[in-house]
Each structure stands twice: as C-alpha cells, then as structure tokens.
C-alpha cells in the first residue's frame, strides 16, 4: 500500500518554529486529502490541518494564525509549518494521507513524530 515517513519534530523553546515533513511511497494512483494530527499525554488524537487535493485547508481552531500546512503534488508530500509554539502544542504529530490506489480509497498513518515545547 502507502508508507509514510515523517520527519522535523523536536525539541523547541516557547515561541520558536519546526517545520513538520511526511512523505508518501507506494503503489499510488492519486492521494486526495492530507493532514496531521496530534496526540498529547492522555488526550485523544485530534485533527490539527487538513488540506485537500485542490488546495483548500482547514485548522483546529487552538492552531489557526500559527500553523500552516501545504503539500507537493509532484513530491507527494504534505508539511506543517508550526510558528509561535506553545507548551500546550506539546504532543506526537501524525500524518494521514487518504490515497486511491488500484483495489479503491484507504488512507495511511504515519510512525508519529514528538514535538516537545519547553524552556
């Protein structure tokens, strides 16, 4: 199927920037919509931006006016942009990308990458 390798969390002080990176592999015909998501210490995974196929986002609303995603078509790739961080943006950052592959539609996670936000 679609394999996904994120990349870019890490270790950031208050108010400072990571740039999120999920690329996607595999027997792809087309990928429709992409988006991350977070999961934070006992708390559910909640959707954090989406982007579909024709370029139109949408943001959790904790997130909007600070993140930004955007994706490559011709790379296969989707990136969140995290500006003027904050201790509560603290969690695993997964990537999900719905695809159309030869048996139809499924979609794919990504192995989680941790974003910490500390001083």
């Known amino acids: 199927q679609v394999q996904l390798v994120e990349s870019g969390g890490g270790l950031v002080q208050p108010g400072g920037s990571l740039r999120l990176s999920c690329a996607a592999s595999g027997n792809i015909i087309s990928i429709n919509d992409m988006g991350w998501y977070r999961q934070a210490p006992g708390k559910e995974r909640e959707l954090v931006a989406e982007?579909?196929?024709?370029?139109?986002?949408n943001y959790v609303d904790s997130v909007k006016g600070r993140f930004t995603i955007s994706r490559d078509n011709a790379k296969n790739r989707v990136y969140l942009q995290m500006n003027s961080l904050k201790p509560e943006d603290t969690a695993v950052y997964y990537c999900?990308?719905?695809?159309?592959?030869?048996?139809?539609?499924?979609?794919?996670w990504g192995q989680g990458t941790q974003v910490t936000v500390s001083s």
């Open positions: 999900n990308v719905k695809f159309t592959y030869y048996r139809g539609s499924d979609f794919s």
């Open positions: 982007i579909t196929s024709g370029g139109s986002t």
